[in-house]
């Protein structure tokens, strides 16, 4: 049996139903479980139609479209669609299970959003079976980590230099051996300006060439909870493929630094102005709408040109199409666990 896929936004807006409900219901940390045959009903309904993927297209002799971006789109909605439908059916069946058990080859997490130290809200990370790309839907802030005019002294650089962290703690800053940041010297690009440093990086330039880092001014990047991308099996200069659902513009990226442990959904400054958001690091971004496509294992770990990012990210979407599962929430082993994000990555 097929789920009819709903609208995508009412879809989202009744699993966020769900999800603040079980959230009052139970604070307790979320685990995988075995199956219940009980609810085996409501774990058969989540299979995917998969009459418009590219694979299917092509046996029908149909052709299949040349441009990644809307199909993409289309079929990241349809896979967020099902997977709320896959959701709701539990709890309409008034299910004592984990939609994780029931789900277990589509839900990875529930990662945990706080804002000054409390929950916010949670956002669903899936996956298909057959494939080891991890995809979600959130917001966006504005990361210009990288550029380098992103911090000054004086807290006139493109990004509030709070963002950077503190003296004694910077983490946005190239610093020294003593903890000390590098200032911009007559030969680089922005003089008096501090070094702003990514997680991805060239190694083989010195720490205090602005250079080394990936330029978020320049190069569209997503940024990632250190702790969550290690637990999925993502590093820095991994892929990703990044979609605004209110626009219909998409970019490639690359996975380019490392973020907060309670924050998720945070792109550079060149990504964000490549799906049309606003792009001021103090006071652009989005709270929701766009969906995140991330390839872990797909990088070398190293910095690549625009050019590059756009064809290994094509070629791995295209590979994404063709290889993952159409069965999304089909009954099977579950996953091995993940813990929740904690306060530290």
């Given at each position: 049996?097929?789920?009819?896929?709903?609208?995508?936004?009412?879809?989202?807006?009744?699993?966020?139903?769900?999800?603040?409900?079980?959230?009052?219901?139970?604070?307790?940390?979320?685990?995988?479980?075995?199956?219940?045959?009980?609810?085996?009903?409501?774990?058969?309904?989540?299979?995917?139609?998969?009459?418009?993927?590219?694979?299917?297209?092509?046996?029908?002799?149909?052709?299949?479209?040349?441009?990644?971006?809307?199909?993409?789109?289309?079929?990241?909605?349809?896979?967020?669609?099902?997977?709320?439908?896959?959701?709701?059916?539990?709890?309409?069946?008034?299910?004592?299970?984990?939609?994780?058990?029931?789900?277990?080859?589509?839900?990875?997490?529930?990662?945990?959003?706080?804002?000054?130290?409390?929950?916010?809200?949670?956002?669903?990370?899936?996956?298909?079976?057959?494939?080891?790309?991890?995809?979600?839907?959130?917001?966006?802030?504005?990361?210009?980590?990288?550029?380098?005019?992103?911090?000054?002294?004086d807290n006139s650089?493109?990004?509030?230099?709070?963002?950077?962290?503190?003296?004694?703690?910077?983490?946005?800053?190239?610093?020294?051996?003593?903890?000390?940041?590098?200032?911009?010297?007559?030969?680089?690009?922005?003089?008096?300006?501090?070094?702003?440093?990514?997680?991805?990086?060239?190694?083989?330039?010195?720490?205090?060439?602005?250079?080394?880092?990936?330029?978020?001014?320049?190069?569209?990047?997503?940024?990632?909870?250190g702790k969550m991308?290690?637990?999925?099996?993502?590093?820095?200069?991994?892929?990703?493929?990044?979609?605004?659902?209110?626009?219909?513009?998409?970019?490639?990226?690359?996975?380019?630094?490392?973020?907060?442990?309670?924050?998720?959904?945070?792109?550079?400054?060149?990504?964000?102005?490549?799906?049309?958001?606003?792009?001021?690091?103090?006071?652009?971004?989005?709270?929701?709408?766009?969906?995140?496509?991330?390839?872990?294992?797909?990088?070398?770990?190293?910095?690549?040109?625009?050019?590059?990012?756009?064809?290994?990210?094509?070629?791995?979407?295209?590979?994404?199409?063709?290889?993952?599962?159409?069965?999304?929430?089909?009954?099977?082993?579950?996953?091995?666990?993940?813990?929740?994000?904690?306060?530290?990555?």
């Amino acid at each position: 049996m097929r789920c009819n896929v709903i609208v995508f936004a009412a879809a989202m807006f009744l699993y966020s139903s769900v999800s603040a409900k079980s959230k009052q219901d139970s604070a307790a940390p979320v685990v995988q479980t075995a199956v219940n045959p009980v609810h085996a009903n409501s774990a058969r309904i989540c299979s995917v139609d998969s009459d418009r993927s590219p694979a299917a297209q092509q046996s029908a002799g149909q052709a299949i479209p040349s441009g990644y971006p809307d199909q993409d789109l289309t079929i990241l909605k349809q896979r967020h669609s099902d997977l709320a439908q896959c959701l709701l059916s539990v709890e309409a069946q008034g299910s004592e299970l984990d939609s994780e058990a029931v789900c277990s080859g589509f839900l990875l997490l529930n990662f945990e959003m706080r804002h000054d130290g409390e929950p916010d809200r949670d956002i669903p990370i899936g996956r298909l079976p057959g494939s080891s790309a991890f995809f979600y839907e959130s917001g966006m802030t504005i990361d210009a980590d990288g550029a380098p005019n992103a911090y000054h002294p004086d807290n006139s650089g493109l990004d509030d230099l709070a963002n950077a962290g503190t003296p004694g703690m910077w983490e946005g800053l190239a610093k020294d051996s003593d903890g000390q940041p590098y200032i911009q010297g007559p030969s680089d690009p922005f003089p008096g300006y501090y070094v702003s440093a990514t997680a991805l990086a060239d190694r083989s330039k010195p720490v205090n060439d602005p250079a080394r880092y990936v330029d978020a001014s320049k190069i569209p990047f997503v940024v990632l909870p250190g702790k969550m991308a290690r637990q999925l099996g993502a590093r820095p200069g991994d892929f990703a493929a990044v979609f605004n659902e209110r626009n219909g513009k998409s970019s490639s990226a690359i996975f380019g630094d490392v973020g907060p442990s309670d924050r998720i959904g945070e792109g550079s400054v060149a990504l964000a102005e490549k799906l049309g958001i606003r792009s001021d690091a103090r006071n652009g971004g989005t709270r929701r709408g766009i969906l995140y496509l991330v390839f872990p294992g797909s990088g070398t770990g190293r910095p690549r040109t625009i050019d590059e990012i756009n064809g290994e990210t094509q070629r791995l979407l295209q590979q994404w199409e063709s290889s993952a599962s159409p069965d999304s929430c089909a009954i099977q082993e579950p996953a091995p666990a993940v813990e929740r994000n904690r306060s530290t990555n």
